[in-house]
């Protein structure tokens, strides 16, 4: 007879299913493209910063903790430029599937440099935390195709797993440093109007003069993004709408205030059954077929 597990033994058998649950192959594929044309599209037009940071005297760039650990050099135009087209490259051929290890771990070790290296000279945007963990858990899954529909493992389950974590860990963080920069002044102060005068897009002038609208408007943010851990354990239409609340919330902030969240927005993806798109595709493609088809139609 088994001994029942004890202490942190107990814990750890009880949490890896949870941590391991399999997942499609083609949910990874999916996901996997749609985050390396991001990044493409991420580099040239969201976080340009390190081309002109190329260009401006070194003595304004102060690295962050994790170019100071790993020794990464100050930019230069030269380096920032080569940086650029790796990156590129890598992102282009991992989107295929092709070499989905080599080229999305080059990709990954690429944008972590890329990112510190803007964020070495002013603010660090949390929103790119949870797509560089995605760049760098991708590649440990492997080989993963749109049709891999009913090949589930753990390896998949992991990487979404890992990516799902880190998108909640944004939300859930932010509220956090909130309280602790904050305390409950954040919810009850000024904040959002003062975003919105200095921003005034749309519907902002009009929120902006209900303080009482805005303070409540303040309390729902807070209780959404500490509530934000649910996204985890839920499933089916609760987890719909959790997440079209956050997509919503990602929507209107841009509407309003012109700030988008889209490196977030986009791991948000990895809680979405993606590995249902190519069948939807192939039945609608299959009915198609038979409607213009009189014999098989009959």
């Known amino acids: 007879m088994t001994a029942p597990a004890t202490g942190s033994r107990a814990r750890a058998t009880g949490l890896r299913p949870w941590l391991f649950a399999p997942v499609a192959l083609a949910r990874v594929a999916w996901l ?56 590129l ?12 290890r080599i080229a ?14 803007a964020f070495s000279y002013s603010k660090i945007d949390h929103d790119h935390y949870a797509l560089i963990i995605a760049l760098f858990v ?10 891999d529909v009913d090949v589930r493992t753990e390896a998949a389950g992991w990487a979404i797993r890992m990516i799902q ?20 002044g954040w919810a009850n102060g000024a904040t959002l109007i003062w975003a919105l005068t200095r921003r005034p897009n749309g519907l902002a002038p009009w929120i902006a003069s209900h303080p009482t609208l805005t303070h409540a408007l303040q309390w729902l943010i807070l209780v959404a993004e500490s509530c934000s851990p649910a996204l985890l354990w839920l499933r089916g239409r609760a ?24 490196p977030l927005v986009v791991c948000l993806f990895a809680f ?27």
């Open 104 to 117: 999305g771990l080059i990709c990954a070790f690429g944008m972590l440099d890329w990112i510190s290296n």
């Open 89 to 100: 490259l890598s992102a282009l051929v991992a989107a295929t599937g092709r070499l989905p």
């Open 165 to 184: 974590m880190s998108a909640v860990a944004i939300y859930f963080l932010s509220a956090w440093a909130k309280m602790r920069f904050g305390t409950w």
């Open 138 to 147: 991708l590649p440990t899954v492997g080989r993963a195709r749109y049709r």
């Open 239 to 262: 987890l719909a709408a959790g997440l079209l609340f956050f997509l919503g919330f990602h929507a209107s902030t841009y509407y309003l205030l012109r700030i988008h969240f889209l």
């Open 32 to 87: 996997r493209t749609l985050i390396y044309l991001y990044v493409v599209f991420d580099v040239l037009v969201v976080v340009t910063d390190p081309i002109p940071h190329g260009w401006v005297p070194v003595e304004l760039y102060h690295p962050v903790l994790v170019r100071q650990v790993l020794h990464l050099p100050a930019p230069s135009p030269v380096y920032v430029r080569v940086l650029l087209a790796v990156i």
């Open 272 to 298: 979405m059954p993606l590995e249902r798109i190519a069948p939807y595709v192939a039945s609608g493609r299959t009915a198609r077929i038979g409607r213009n088809n009189p014999v098989t139609s009959r």
